[in-house]
T-cell receptor, first 115, second 114 residues
Framework: KAGVTQTPRYLIKTRGQQVTLSCSPI?????VSWYQQTPGQGLQFLFE???????NKGNFPGRFSGRQFSNSRSEMNVSTLELGDSALYLC??????????????FGPGTRLLVL | AQSVTQLGSHVSVSEGALVLLRCNYS??????LFWYVQYPNQGLQLLLK??????LVKGINGFEAEFKKSETSFHLTKPSAHMSDAAEYFC????????????FGTGTRLTIIP
């Protein structure tokens, strides 16, 4: 079974631009979560989607948004990029709440550099 | 709110020596606990997890961890370190039921000395 895939793997943008990152979960997984990893703040939860609905959101500004499609694939968007948005963005999938699964499986991440 | 504290941002051990990475959690009820490993330029890989039942949990690559409720700890150990164990290790906590959010510790970078 294929793992979590994320595209693109690397991205360079300039301040003020916007960016869209994509995540394809493991087949059969319906929950997708996003995390931001930076040297200063570590791993921080962005949001979680299940059945196309955002179930939980971390403490990030409204410039960070996401969505989930009917096939469970998810995208996250960051508008008006700032230098501090440079980070590794990790996507994780799981079967979903009330599905008896406690494990999130992570993708390789998208490394975003904002210049 | 739940939180995780990892003591020691950097740990160095000799090849063949015991590996001990410390993790303490704060939660009003026993949560789910996880250890993940991250190799350079890669995502996170699950080493092991504690949900319910047996408090000594065995994971991949010879790692194990013991859930100690009285000490609110979930320390990761490996009897004999191997060069390939050099990586960053993250302890994480998640509430029972409800959402899927993981709260991570700050990580411990493990260096293996030949």
């Amino acid at each position: 079974k294929a793992g979590v895939t994320q595209t693109p793997r690397y991205l360079i943008k300039t301040r003020g631009q916007q960016v869209t990152l994509s995540c394809s979960p493991i087949s059969g997984h319906r929950s997708v979560s996003w995390y931001q990893q930076t040297p200063g703040q570590g791993l921080q939860f962005l949001f979680e989607y299940f059945s196309e609905t955002q179930r939980n959101k971390g403490n990030f500004p409204g410039r960070f948004s996401g969505r989930q499609f009917s096939n469970s694939r998810s995208e996250m968007n960051v508008s008006t990029l700032e230098l501090g948005d440079s980070a590794l963005y990790l996507c994780a999938s799981s079967l979903g709440p009330s599905q008896g699964s406690e494990t999130q499986y992570f993708g390789p991440g998208t490394r975003l550099l904002v210049l | 709110a739940q939180s995780v504290t990892q003591l020691g941002s950097h740990v160095s051990v000799s090849e063949g020596a015991l590996v001990l990475l410390r993790c303490n959690y704060s939660s009003s009820v026993p949560p789910y606990l996880f250890w993940y490993v991250q190799y350079p330029n890669q995502g996170l890989q699950l080493l092991l997890k504690y949900t319910t039942g047996a408090t000594l949990v065995k994971g991949i690559n010879g790692f194990e961890a013991e859930f100690k409720k009285s000490e609110t700890s979930f320390h990761l150990t490996k009897p004999s370190a191997h060069m390939s164990d050099a990586a960053e290790y993250f302890c994480a906590v998640r509430a029972l039921g409800g959402n899927e959010k993981l709260t991570f510790g700050t990580g411990t970078r493990l260096t293996i000395i030949p």
